[in-house]
Structure formats: structure tokens, C-alpha cells
């Protein structure tokens, strides 16, 4: 189950009726989808959220290196 993250400043797409976008990074809402990942990189938002409040919502996907052979013998 993901965190779902709707509390970013929104604001209103011009040219669109029923569309918005996150205030900081312009990702539509349709996009970002309530995923924190889904916000720009430098998203002020995205950095806020994702490194201060709460404990650590999660990782985000991070390759786990294939190196725990030498474990089994
Ligand atoms: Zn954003």
C-alpha cells in the first residue's frame, strides 16, 4: 500500500476547465497521481515532503546490487 500524497499546492492549467497542476513543479494532477515520485525532480514539494515530515514515507525504488553470493557457499 503507498502513501498517497494530495496536500501539494495546486493550481489551474490555463487553457483547461477541470485541470491542475502541482504549483512547484506544473506536473498535471493527472500525472503526479498522488505519488510523491511522480513530481519533478527539484519539486519543492517532492523535497519537502520526502525528506522532513513524517518518518520516511519509503524508498524510492532503489536497484538492489546483486552481491550477497558470497554469503552462500
Ligand atoms: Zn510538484
Do not use: W
Not at 5 to 32: N, V
Not at 35 to 48: A, P
Amino acid at each position: 500500500m503507498k502513501p498517497f500524497y494530495i496536500d501539494y499546492p495546486q493550481e489551474k492549467i490555463e487553457g483547461h476547465l477541470h485541470a491542475y497542476q502541482c504549483a512547484f513543479c506544473k506536473i498535471p494532477t493527472t500525472e503526479i497521481f498522488g505519488l510523491l515520485e511522480n513530481h519533478g525532480k527539484d519539486c519543492s514539494y517532492r523535497i519537502q515532503a520526502g525528506g522532513f515530515s513524517h518518518s520516511e514515507p519509503k524508498k524510492i525504488s532503489q536497484v538492489i546490487e546483486p552481491s550477497l553470493s558470497d554469503e552462500l557457499d
